[in-house]
């Protein structure tokens, strides 16, 4: 019994009550809280935590303010002005003729009430008056007209022209550059980076693997802001050059496409090369010894088992494409256009948020939250693309594990 | 029944040869074409580095309000103070001269500051055009005969945009005076920042999913999430820093709350702003890197800990960190070298980019070397493209080295 206190005393490093140790003796043996272990342990979850914190912070932050894009009003003047009095209980006024059209539902504002049309025959207006909380009130001939502009969610997706001047936000003018910069992307960058990954893991010697694979190192890691430059002093130049510099215009998605494929072959070819080398030697062994050539084991027997690895890495780099800023905001133009034609200029996605957040920008203003909802659609396409690519990944890894 | 006829037909070796020839032939050619798209990529980096050494040297016509040859018959390097003060009061006119001497006066300055004033306000050289260098190179002949007929006035020399004193000038809107001194500083504030607040964040978590984190669903969510967070485009980020530490915390990264900077004129444009927003940016790379680095230890050593009698903390700070310290160092100096590149949060969240002072502390205006080579870029006039092909070989440069100091760091580990 003694020996077993004295024991546990020493163990804990603290002297015992021999009362309390009697009453204790089982729990003593038992887990005791440490203060200090649990305060680390907590600390470190708190590190793991901030990371989820992050997402909710981007989540909420671009949900939040492209809410308030979506429902903040803009008073647009309509260059209609009051052609009589008009006195608080009136309910038919007179507008002159000039400036834009009214719709039966607009909502309108004059001085500080607002009016809600009902029907137009000609100048004559009919309106609901004080809608919105507004009191009715008297005004003078003369009054200017404003309508409320409001971004329907499916005025956003729904149409193709993007000029926040006139109050048009048709994200499909951007997103279209977006696709049509990443589509070009992908063609260079998924051909060339599988040759590549298939060279490295079947063909190259270790000699030469040892040098290509630091290199397409340096290719990744050189910054986008260099391959900007890159894009507008040499490719552009170069498609000038080869299709004529009356069809090729300075900046045009083409040229910024091209150099975003050139940035992620490393992307595409380092994830292929491990998902090709993961695939067992025995497979590989087998095709041979059955008679096939070099190149029929990499195209019929590697490449198929690395499938969805392979897979994994495209969908990965369509993601980094439509990411991918600087590049775009060097050298594929400033202003957003609906266009097919690669060399037209266009805005991205990124493009626009870059350069209209480089400006002055006011808080609240719907450029300010636009941008938001801009963002929403870009996040929202990303982690689509990387939730895919994971999946496909870890069903990969169950098969050969 | 085909099917079995066919099995028992009997081959001959002619039977295969002719397809086995041509199954080689297409492995071969195969090969070359496989072998052709690694040379592409090759290409791509040679071109890319040509382009921008091809910038960053060349031919450039410069034009002199007073030609330095009609001021003196020595160069103006080598005239004492007093000949150069003479020339100053011969050109200026009296009102310049009046302010000069007000801040400090004239007899005061040394030879090497009245040069400076010499050759800013008399000889004041201009830029009228400039050729890259493989133009300079290749095409020398056509080079001189087009500045002789298009600038008879211009010297023709060959300049490098990348000089010591590019290094160390300020940020200025004249393209022969201007340097990359504000924008280096820039981006190693917001880099020691971003580190600051990122490393012992990531390792702290890197350390919790691996050590102490049980398979459970809010683990299994941090690990899942970490893996989106390091997809997320990096302007996305810069959005989040914009709406929280420009915006909602502009109090703080202002400077305002600790009385350091004046309420009316600040805003949360600040360096502190940008170093945070970097850091949750590379935050998943160094945590996914940290962690690859302790899953590298092997268990034998923390269950020889443990065995002892050690706590599981003892075990991490004693044993595990210490083996796992090259890794973690190794992944995060190419998170660094990440950083050190990124533009686009920074435009968001609004570095400034004309800045000619040095920055001064976290709360300051700022810019970057890489937003220094964007808005080069983005200038119309050519010249610039040259300071940004010359500001794009000292950001490589730096990357280069940190990539160096990774590698070497690799490799005595290894060694060990």
Known sequence: ?401 | MSALTRTTETFTTQDFSPRLSQRRRAGRIWAVVLQAATVVAMLALIALLVNIIDGAFGYAAVEYTVPPETLSSVPLEDLSQDQLITILREHLSTGLLRRYEAEKPLSERSAEDLYGLVVERVVAPKVVAQWSLLDSVFKREEVLRTAAEQYPDAELRMVSWLTTRFLTAPQSGDPMRAGVRTAILGSLWTVAIALLTAFPIGVGAAIYLEEYARDNAVNRVIQVNINNLAGVPSIIYGMLGLAVFVRMLGRFTSGVAFGLAEPSAANGRTILSAGLTLGLLVLPVIIINAQEAIRAVPGSLREASLGLGATRWQTVWHHVLPSALPGILTGTILAISRVMGETAPLVVIGASTFITVDPSGPFSQFTTLPIQIYQWTSRPQDVFRNLAAAASLVLLGMLLSLNAVAILLRNRYRGK
């Open chain 1, 1 to 401: 019994m003694g020996a077993i206190k004295s024991w546990v005393s020493r163990a804990r490093g603290i002297a015992v009550p021999t009362v309390m140790m009697n009453e204790r003796r089982d729990s003593a043996l038992h887990r005791r809280p440490r203060v200090r272990e649990s305060l680390i342990e907590a600390f470190l979850l708190l590190c793991g935590v901030l990371s989820i914190l992050t997402t909710l912070g981007i989540v909420y932050e671009l949900g939040h303010e492209s809410l308030r894009f979506f429902t903040s009003e803009q008073w647009e003047a309509t260059n209609k002005e009051l052609a009589a009095d008009v006195d608080a209980a009136t309910q038919t006024i007179l507008v002159t003729n000039t400036g834009s059209e009214l719709h039966p539902g607009d909502n309108l504002r004059v001085g500080s009430e607002e009016l809600m049309v009902l029907t137009v025959v000609g100048d004559t207006v009919t309106v609901e008056r004080g809608v919105q909380g507004t009191a009715p009130s008297a005004h003078v001939s003369g009054a200017s007209l404003e309508r409320s502009e409001r971004v329907t969610l499916g005025e956003f997706l729904g149409t193709t022209e993007w000029n926040p001047q006139i109050g048009k936000f048709g994200i499909w003018a951007l997103v279209n550059a977006t696709l049509m910069t990443s589509l070009i992307a992908l063609l260079v960058a998924l051909p060339v980076g599988l040759a590549v990954a298939i060279y490295l893991s079947e063909y190259a010697t270790p000699r030469a693997r040892q040098v290509l694979k630091p290199v397409l190192e340096v290719l990744a890691g050189v910054p986008t802001v260099v391959y900007g430059y890159f894009a507008l002093t040499l490719m552009t130049p170069l498609l000038r050059w080869i299709f004529g510099a009356d069809t090729v215009k300075i900046y045009n998605t083409a040229s910024a496409g091209l150099v975003i494929g050139i940035l992620i072959i490393p992307l595409v070819s380092s994830m292929s090369e491990d998902a090709l080398t993961a695939v067992p030697r025995s497979l590989r062994e087998a095709a041979y010894a059955l008679g096939a050539t070099k190149l029929e084991t990499a195209v019929k027997v590697v490449l198929p088992a690395a499938l969805s690895g392979i897979a994994a890495a495209f969908i990965l780099a369509a993601s980094r494409a439509i990411g991918e800023t600087m590049i775009v905001a060097i050298a594929a133009g400033a202003g957003a256009a609906f266009t097919f034609n690669p060399f037209e200029p266009a805005e991205t996605m990124t493009g626009h948020i870059v350069r209209i957040s480089g400006g002055d920008l006011s808080y609240d203003s719907m450029d300010y939250n636009s941008l938001f909802a801009i963002g929403l659609v870009l996040f929202l396409m990303t982690l689509g693309l990387n939730i895919i690519s994971q999946r496909i990944v870890r069903r990969f890894r169950e098969a050969y594990e």
